[in-house]
Each structure stands twice: as C-alpha cells, then as structure tokens.
C-alpha cells in the first residue's frame, strides 16, 4: 500500500468520524426561576412529539444528547406551574440561562366551569384513578432509560453505580409480577466502599436460608463470621430493599400497579390516604390540579418480605391534569407513625421519613409513560448494635452519626419509548437480567451519545472523591 494511499483512507476515515460525531447536537443551560433567580430542580426537557429528555439537577442544570435530524423541531422547558420555555433546536443559545415566569390558575374559575366535574380533591383522585386504563398504555412497549444507584452517609459517597436498563410492560391492564420485565443493559460506573458490618442484615439473611431457625443478632459476633458471608447478607440485602423488580412490581409503582389487591393506591385507598384540592397550576397552558396527601385511618404497610415495613402514614402531593384526569406527578413520603414503626425508625436510621418517591410521567401517542423516578430509603450496613443498648460494651455516645447512618437514592431517566411489536417481540426474545449489582462489561462506545442525569455540583465533588478512593483502594 502506498503512502498516498494511506493518507486517502485516513483522511476519509478521520471524514466519517467527524460526522458521526458531529451527527448529535448537545444543548446545554441552567433553567432558573423568573422572579427569584433560585434553579429549578426536576423540570422537564424535551423534544415535542418526542421521546428524547432529560430533566434539570438540584442546580438547575441540564444536558440533553439531540440527534441532527430533529434540529428543525422544538425543544420544550417544562415545569408545573410554570410558563413553559420554546425554541427551535438549531436557534437554542446557551450563552443565556432559561427563566421561567409563574403561572398559577384560578381555583375558583376552574371549579364553576361545570357543576358535573368533581370538585374535591378526593373525588379528582378516584376520577384519576378509574380512567387509568384510558390514559396508561394498553399495549405492549419497551422504555430505555439512564440509572444512578446512590448509596451515602452523611458526609460522603460510599456507592454508586451508574447503569443503562431496559423496562418491558405488557400493558396496564396486566399483573406485573408476570409481565414487567427489566434488565440492566450497561453499566458506566460501579465503586462499593461501604463498611460491612451488620449483624442485623446477616441475621435476617440467616432466617431467609434457614426458614425455621430462630435466633437475634445478641446470639453473634461479629469477630466470628467471616466477611464473605457478610457480604452475601448484604447483597441480598441490597435486592430486596433496592433491587429494580422490587422497586417495579411492588407497592411503591402506586399508578402502574394500582389495580393489585394490596396496592397502596388499591380498593382500600381512602382508608390511607386523604386527599385535599390545593390549587390549579399550569404547565404547557393545560391547567393541573395540585391535591395534597394525608394520613387516614389506617396505617400505611409496604409488606416487605422478611423486613418490618408497617405503621406508616403517607404525605405529599399528587398532580393530575385537569382535562384527561391523567396523573401528572405523585410527590410521596411516608413517615414513621405507629409507635413500633418509630422506634425501630428512630434507631435504625435516625429518621422518621423511611421512604421518599416521586413519580413524573410524560404523554406520548396520547398514553402517559414513566418519565422520571426518584426513590429514597435509609438502609441497614453500617449497624453492629443497637444503639443505647445497655448489653452492649459499646459507648454510643461515641459513635458519629454522619458516619454511621446510610441511606440510599436511586434515579432513573427514562429516555426512549418503543411501541413497535417487532422491536419489542425482538427484545422480549433475548436473556433478560434485572440484577443492578453484579459486574458488567463497560462498552465506551455505547455511552458516547446516551443521555443520562446530570450531577449537581456537590454530587460531582463526592463522586470524584469516591473515584479517587476506590482507585487507591483496588490498589
């Protein structure tokens, strides 16, 4: 081969690199409170008549991955009760922030538009929840989206994970268990320096292999159990309080999973939950009712296998658009309540707020599709005894709670929707695994143009620091 040619093909290979790459367009900015300048976290970012978005970060930040062939179309800066920001994708400027200016409805003018509509907000929420078959999917589809696994004390990063999953749902009219599927695709990131040390998930883990045997954590020591078996407690752990099938088919998917028997947004609702109308806000000029949660009656039982998971009572809010009923976005924590459920809070965790969650969701073909997940939990590694335990030789007054107490924060963006049956039929067919915790291959190339959450600055701090600790500690 000649040198001349050989500066051909480089030169024509270094030609289709560049316009692979330059094959997407980045869009950057901060989006920002009109009136007074403060970010705004969660807003929605997005292609119209797309599937492609993102949301901002606690700093208001965003990126957003956007193929050439949409440039001509219209990116869309949303948040409730906001008036929405829109520009074509070839004249966005990221030399100026976004700002969005207030927009809030009038509850009385929205309420006399016709006496058949419901006007309270418990009557909104059962409306909300009977034309769920109408506006949740009815068919078969596939959503692609971005993960981050966070896993922390107070004061730094002790996990993290960063993945690419794929969600299969049949339908909402169908049982999850049998037909909600996920798999972890890729994983990006994966640094674990957690201390492992609790005794009270080994012995819980004990009592799952050994369905009969009855013992407490007072009947070990930690010197004598080996750490390879702590660790596999603690894995099992980590599946059955933050595994992705768990987070999906269980109670805390309320909307998708609502018409379970035991489903906190189930036939007993109200028996749970108060509903109260807040407000009428606006996003994207459709009005959306603002309801906020309460406790009723009852206490709120997640039945968590093998963990100790009743006597909560919920709060927050649930936002749901004022002309389909369809369920915009759910807010909810639930507290410690019942005296049981407080103490064991209180002990464990140092909280009495166990379980924080909010659910968005996004219209596409006039269905609405997940959209964004947050889901936050405290969680059992760090806790060899309990504290004030007077059996114990330990000085609690010297443990640092900072240090001590974990909890967990799981985010997911979902990114693409696919409703074709022949891709979905194809991907269905292949090996489905839904273990976020086992090692995967890292595939550069994959990641160089999928969208994925953007980090605030006090998260890229503490990742950078968990990078530098795990690189000396693989060391």
């Not at 108060?274 to 309801?291: A, G, P, S």
Request: hydrophobic share 35%.
């Amino acid at each position: 081969m000649t040198n001349r040619l050989k500066t051909y093909i480089l030169s024509v290979f270094l030609i289709v690199i560049g316009t692979c790459a330059s094959a997407q367009t980045e869009l950057t900015n901060t989006v920002l409170e009109g009136s007074t300048f403060q970010p705004i976290e969660s807003a929605s970012v997005y292609i119209k008549n797309t599937t492609i978005g993102t949301v901002t970060n606690a700093d208001g930040k965003f990126l957003l991955t956007v193929p050439n062939k949409y440039k001509k179309d219209t990116l869309i800066v949303s948040s409730i009760g906001f008036k929405s920001y829109k520009i074509p994708v070839d004249e966005f400027d990221a030399a100026f922030e976004i700002y969005l200016d207030e927009d809030v409805a009038s509850l009385d003018e929205v309420l006399l538009v016709a006496e058949t509509r419901p006007k309270t907000g418990k009557d909104i929420v059962m409306r909300a929840i009977e034309e769920l078959p109408e506006n949740l999917p009815d068919s078969s589809y596939l959503q692609k989206g971005f993960m981050r696994h966070k896993e922390r004390n107070k004061k730094e990063f002790k996990w993290l994970i960063e993945s690419a999953i794929t969600l299969y749902d049949s339908s909402y009219m169908t049982n999850t268990a049998e037909n909600l599927k996920i798999n972890v695709d890729q994983v990006r990131k994966s640094y674990d320096l957690r201390d492992v040390d609790s005794l009270l998930a080994y012995t819980s883990y004990l009592k799952f292999k050994n369905k009969n045997i009855r013992f407490s954590k007072n009947n070990l020591k930690r010197d004598t159990i080996q750490k390879r078996s702590l660790v596999k407690a603690i894995k099992w752990n980590d599946n059955r309080t933050n595994g992705l099938e768990t987070l999906f088919q269980g109670k805390l998917n309320m909307v998708r999973n609502s018409g379970s028997s035991r489903a906190l947004f189930g036939e007993d609702i109200m028996s749970k939950h108060q509903f109260e109308l807040d407000t009428i806000l606006v996003e994207n000029d459709r009005k959306i009712y603002k309801i906020k949660i309460s406790e009723s009656f009852e206490y709120v039982n997640l039945e968590t296998p093998g963990i100790f998971n009743d006597g909560y009572h919920p709060k927050g809010w649930i936002y749901i658009y004022w002309d389909t009923y369809a369920i915009k976005k759910i807010e909810y924590e639930l507290v410690a309540a019942s005296k049981a459920q407080r103490s064991r809070s209180k002990t464990l965790y140092d909280t009495d707020i166990t379980h924080k969650l909010v659910l968005t969701y996004k219209e596409y073909q006039d269905k609405m599709y997940l959209n964004y997940v947050y889901y936050e939990t405290p969680k059992l590694v760090n806790v060899g005894v309990a504290i004030d335990d007077p059996k114990t030789e330990i000085d609690e007054s010297a443990i640092n709670k900072d240090e001590r107490y974990y909890y967990t924060v799981q985010e997911i963006l979902f990114t693409e929707i696919i409703t074709d049956d022949t891709q979905v039929k194809t991907v269905l067919s292949q090996p489905w695994d839904a273990d976020l915790f086992s090692p995967k291959p890292y595939d550069k190339e994959f990641w160089k143009n999928y969208n994925t959450l953007l980090e605030s600055k006090e998260e890229e701090k503490l990742i950078q620091d968990l990078t530098k600790r795990y690189a000396l500690f693989k060391e």
